[in-house]
């Protein structure tokens, strides 16, 4: 029996993937490579001595889905694959429906017609919403503000009327707060493609001498140094928040929205501050207006996910830091 990783060659999958394999189970990769490098594989190898399958696919064709699920014995789905851009989901709506509603659609209907229904998708903090007071609690009421959270939203809508139409469904929806760092060995990471939208791969190139200075979005955010608070976890974290999810799956049917976050809060300039502390080089920076869409403070309420799937994390943010900077400077260029 094997277990499908969509999306697996990005940054979360990967990590996924090295935490899988390193329990010895089996994993086979689905990836369209949109927004990955297939040097991805040689690195996981080279950490874990083992070699997963990888299809080149993409879950907008039955075909691709249809032919993975009939070449493997697929006895559960972590489904990472989807665009994520937030302000690109903006300027290309239909592209973001199509890609990660559409193609989500036909990957549970080819699950469901193969009798695999176990499923932990990749949700995001982002369904909380602008009207939510942190920490962020699962109960509270969803919203979205740009077309990358709406997808996030209806595909949490479709699981649970699909678990609500078959109880044989077990559907687990992890809601990621801000995913950061790297594997310890620095041989995977994060590697966006142009320009970084976030904010630790921006102040990583930053270091490493790929951009020039980072801009603060607004000082003027009622926080206590007036920078936007976000809750930062360590990717490393979050894949093993994976593999407990999957390995309840077994015994919690219907489908469970769960936050996987640490429940701190940590504002831009103390990010730069650990940054600078960690890699010894200066982080100039700017202050310049808010960006659009941006609230002050976003952290979780983390405690769902240690009373069901016996999870919390364990790094603290010096190792998501340390970790970021030595996959930065051991890679300047990412994989390329
Ligand atoms: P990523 O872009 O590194 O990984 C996504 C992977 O999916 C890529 O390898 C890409 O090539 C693949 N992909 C995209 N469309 C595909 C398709 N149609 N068919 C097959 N493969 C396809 O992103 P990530 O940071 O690893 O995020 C993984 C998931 O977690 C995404 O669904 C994302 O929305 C979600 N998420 C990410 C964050 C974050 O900050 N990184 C936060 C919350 C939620
Ligand atoms: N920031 C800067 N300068 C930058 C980039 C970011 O000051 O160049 C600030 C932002 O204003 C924010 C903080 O750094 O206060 C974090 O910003 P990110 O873009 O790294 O992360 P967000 O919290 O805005 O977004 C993340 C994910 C989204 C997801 C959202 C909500 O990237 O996919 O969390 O969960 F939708």
Sequence with gaps: MSLLL??????IGSHTVVELLSRDQDVVIF????????????????????KPHFVKGDICSREDLEQVF??????????????????????IPLSYYHNNVSGSVNLFEVMAKHHCKRLVFSSSATVYGEHNQSPLVETMPTSATNPYGQTKLMIEHILQDLAKS??????????????IG???????????????NNLLPY???????????????????DTPDGTGVRDYIHVVDLAKGHVKALNKLTDLPGCHAINLGTGNG??????????????GKDIPYQI?????????????????????????TELDLSAMIADTWRWQSMNPNGYE
């Design 6 to 11: 969509t999306g697996g060659m990005g940054y």
């Design 31 to 50: 990836d369209n490579l949109a927004n990955a490098s297939e040097a991805v594989l040689t690195r996981i190898e080279q950490i874990t001595s083992r």
């Design 203 to 221: 102040v990583a190139q930053v270091a490493v001498g790929r951009l020039a200075q980072l801009s603060v979005f607004g000082d003027d955010y």
């Design 166 to 179: 078959d109880p044989q469904w077990s559907i687990v929806n992890l809601r990621y707060f801000n995913p």
């Design 70 to 91: 009939s070449n493997f014995n697929i006895e559960a789905v972590i489904h990472f694959a989807g665009l994520k851009a937030v302000g690109e989901s903006t300027e």
């Design 288 to 312: 310049v207006p808010r960006r659009a869409g941006d609230i002050a403070t976003v952290f979780a309420e983390a405690s769902k996910a240690k009373e069901l799937l016996n999870w919390q």
């Design 266 to 279: 940590t504002s831009v300039l103390e990010i730069v501050e650990t940054f600078k502390a960690a890699s």
């Design 182 to 196: 790297a594997h310890q060995s620095g041989l995977i990471g994060e590697n966006p493609k142009g320009i970084p």
